[in-house]
């Protein structure tokens, strides 16, 4: 099994709360007033040390790590449970995403909801992808496990093909940055290999448009908006064009204005998961809600989830 190291797993679960809670003040704003009121690389450098707070993407994430701690993979009921324990209001939720924790909560049939919510097709949005990347530290290097256990933990929000694979690829684009870890970071090995994972035409042409650009190209036609596929490779995008500098990519996320907590936290997540909890700022840590569920909780249940790992 490949070494992957404890700050790596710190790395992507601090690495994502930290961009969840950055970008959760700007969520919904345009990419030019974030620029006239930021701009992106000054909220990042977080000057002024305020607590920031972290929103669903985190606390959703959290499900994942707990489900895995006790499964040793997922089980969709227990972390359908672990969603359902978890789930506080003020987190900012999708309307979505509440109907079914509240349906699970209540011991409803929960499935059938997720199934058949937004007319009928199952939800396209980033929530499975938001909070997947801890899974692909843990199952990696087998890249087909990943994909697949991925999958499995959408299941409980999101059924529609494009939401799956949102999250499948976003766990092995974790895993493939855990394992590049030490080495020049290589783009287009990095691009093909999840254009050989994508099952979705929208990804699949996303990912094939993806390995012609360059780094400072625009990242515009990939979105910034809750769908998977408006999302999912713009945070991808913003981690390969940054790979060695967690602040230079999470402001590059940030910059592209609307769903902001999102792409900063699942960029945020990548970058962690290559660079390790080192490369993350001090400041943006220590300035990490610290309550319930916050840093410090965080922090050792990532590191259980590291330690978890070894003994499999």
Not at 48 to 68: F, K, N, R, W
Not at 120 to 139: D, I, T
Not at 280 to 297: F, H, M, N
Request: glycine content about 10%.
């Amino acid at each position: 099994m490949t070494p992957l190291r404890h700050e790596q797993f710190t790395g992507a679960v601090i690495g994502l709360a930290v961009g969840d809670a950055l970008g959760s003040s700007w969520e919904g704003l345009s990419a030019g007033l974030i620029y006239d009121m930021g701009p992106s690389n000054k909220i990042v450098a977080h000057e002024s040390g305020d607590p920031i707070y972290y929103t669903d993407d985190t606390q959703m994430t959290i499900g994942i790590v707990q489900t895995l701690l006790e499964c040793g993979e997922i089980q969709k009921q227990v972390l359908a449970e672990k969603f359902a324990a978890n789930y506080h209001p003020d987190r900012a939720y999708g309307q979505g995403a509440r109907q079914i924790i509240n349906a699970i909560g209540s011991g409803e049939d929960w499935e059938q909801i997720a199934a058949n919510i937004f007319q009928g097709q199952g939800s396209l949005g980033n929530g499975a992808a938001m909070r997947v990347a801890p899974l692909g530290l843990y199952f990696a290097p087998d890249l087909e496990l990943v994909a697949q256990q991925a999958a499995l933990s959408a299941a409980p929000t999101h059924c529609h093909d494009i939401g799956v694979d949102g999250a499948r690829l976003m766990a092995v684009a974790a895993a493939l940055a855990a394992l590049s870890r030490g080495q020049t970071f290589q783009r287009q090995e990095f691009l093909e290999v999840l254009l050989s994972i994508a099952q979705t035409e929208e990804f699949q042409w996303q990912l094939g448009h993806a390995l012609k650009l360059g780094p400072y190209d625009s990242l515009s036609s990939f979105g910034n908006s809750l769908e998977a596929h408006r999302s999912v490779m713009t945070s991808i995008m913003c981690f390969v064009n940054a790979p060695d500098c967690y602040s230079d990519a999470v402001a590059r996320a940030i910059g592209q204005g609307n769903d902001v907590d999102t792409l900063a936290a699942m960029t945020g997540a990548l970058s962690g998961a290559r660079l390790g909890i080192s490369a993350i700022p001090a400041r943006l840590i220590e300035s990490l809600e610290d309550g319930e569920q916050g840093r410090t909780y965080l922090l050792d249940l990532a590191g259980r989830l590291y330690e978890h790992r070894q003994d499999r």
